[in-house]
T-cell receptor, first 111, second 117 residues
């Protein structure tokens, strides 16, 4: 079983749509969670951290469910520029807080 | 100026050649990492370093070596390049977040596209 699992997609949505991605993780000791965004052939960039109470940054909302060990990312009012691959990332406190990256979910926003 | 830089950005080399990919950072982070990414696949960790005197193998270290010349510099070498090492290579850095969250967000360089023919 992969440590961090994501649906690879692609998710094809029209502009203005709301789209949600889920991610599951296997390490119950994980304490830090992130979403990264990666454009084609570019470096991953930190999109947002995920806090226990859930957090929002503009059109993006991240939530954490520790009991079920999953993380979600909701994007409202999708823009063409949101087209990218979204990586779910968790830490491993038993390995020096190393980060484990999911394989990513590809989003394509269409006009 | 970019906080994490990688050189070269693109490189084409022949099988059997020795090549070095370099990474420099101005973020003052202690931790540095080398990953490779293959088309359609996720990031795979090659080597990482928690400080200048600390070097650790990642999940795919065979065929690679690293050198941490200073806090700001971490180089990756392919001693004898082979075609299946053709990939996109990323360097990353991290430090304990100042937000008090206890987390270590990673920050990536722009990548080196390596082709081995």
């Amino acid at each position: 079983r992969k440590e961090v699992e994501q649906d690879p997609g692609p998710f094809n949505v029209p502009e203005g749509a709301t789209v949600a991605f889920n991610c599951t993780y296997s390490n119950s000791a994980s304490q830090s969670f992130f979403w990264y965004r990666q454009d084609c052939r570019k470096e991953p960039k930190l999109l947002m951290s995920v806090y226990s109470s859930g957090n929002e940054d503009g059109r993006f909302t991240a939530q954490l469910n520790r009991a079920s060990q999953y993380i979600s990312l909701l994007i409202r009012d999708s823009k063409l520029s949101d087209s990218a691959t979204y990586l779910c990332v968790v830490n491993d406190i038993n390995a020096g807080n190393m980060l484990t990256f999911g394989g990513g979910t590809r989003l394509m926003v269409k006009p | 100026d970019a906080d994490v830089t990688q050189t070269p950005r693109n490189r084409i080399t022949k099988t059997g050649k020795r090549i070095m990919l370099e990474c420099s950072q101005t973020k003052g982070h202690d931790r540095m990492y080398w990953y490779r990414q293959d088309p359609g696949l996720g990031l795979r960790l090659i080597y990482y370093s928690f400080d200048v005197k600390d070097i650790n193998k990642g999940e795919i270290s065979d065929g690679y070596s690293v050198s941490r010349q200073a806090q700001a510099k971490f180089s990756l070498s392919l001693e004898s390049a082979i075609p299946n090492q053709t990939a996109l290579y990323f360097c990353a850095t991290s430090a304990l977040s100042t937000s008090g969250s206890g987390s270590y967000e990673q920050y990536f360089g722009p990548g080196t596209r390596l082709t081995v023919t």
